[in-house]
């Protein structure tokens, strides 16, 4: 199994609650390390921009005004298998779904507000970490 960089966000739910230690324990105890991060506030273009691939979907404006209603994290998680083992930690979409100890399981409030987002496949890690972060940004 090789080493992966996925791009991570803790959302605007999760930051309200200030859950943004809790949420990267479970990250490290998975043994992903935090190489790169910022804590940022999405305008709403940014947010569209991120979430394009789900333009026509029927909670893209939604996700969107949640995206940029308050600060989010966004980070870059290296480690074996990183994509799928980020996937693992974070469970399910909707929380109602998500296995125990998972972070969603744990601090999620809904299928929107699920406190949050870990890249799904190689490419799209790729294009999500470069759409945050340059290359300097990032040390492992
Ligand atoms: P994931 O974040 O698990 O990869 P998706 O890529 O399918 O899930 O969806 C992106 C995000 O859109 C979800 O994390 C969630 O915040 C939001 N979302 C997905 N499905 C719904 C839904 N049915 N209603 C409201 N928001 C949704
Ligand atoms: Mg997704």
């Known amino acids: 199994m090789a080493t992966q960089r996925t791009l991570s966000i803790i959302k605007p739910d999760a930051t309200n609650r200030n859950l943004t ?3 990267n324990a479970k990250f490290e105890e998975a043994g992903l390390r935090i190489v790169a ?8 273009d940014q947010a569209g921009a991120f979430y394009a691939v789900h333009k ?3 909670f893209y404006d939604e996700l969107c005004e949640f995206m940029c209603s308050a600060p989010v994290v966004v ?8 994509i799928a083992m980020n996937r693992d930690v974070m ?17 999620a409030l809904s299928i929107g507000e699920n406190s949050v987002h870990g890249s799904d496949a190689e490419e799209t890690a790729k294009q999500e970490i470069a759409f945050f972060f340059s290359e300097l940004e990032i040390v492992g």
């Open 21 to 23: 230690g809790a949420i």
């Open 91 to 107: 469970g399910a979409t909707n929380p109602a779904e998500a296995a125990d100890g998972t972070i969603r399981k744990e601090y």
């Open 56 to 58: 026509e979907r029927p």
């Open 75 to 82: 980070q870059v998680l290296e480690g074996e298998n990183a």
């Open 37 to 44: 991060q910022k804590r940022i506030r999405l305008s709403r």
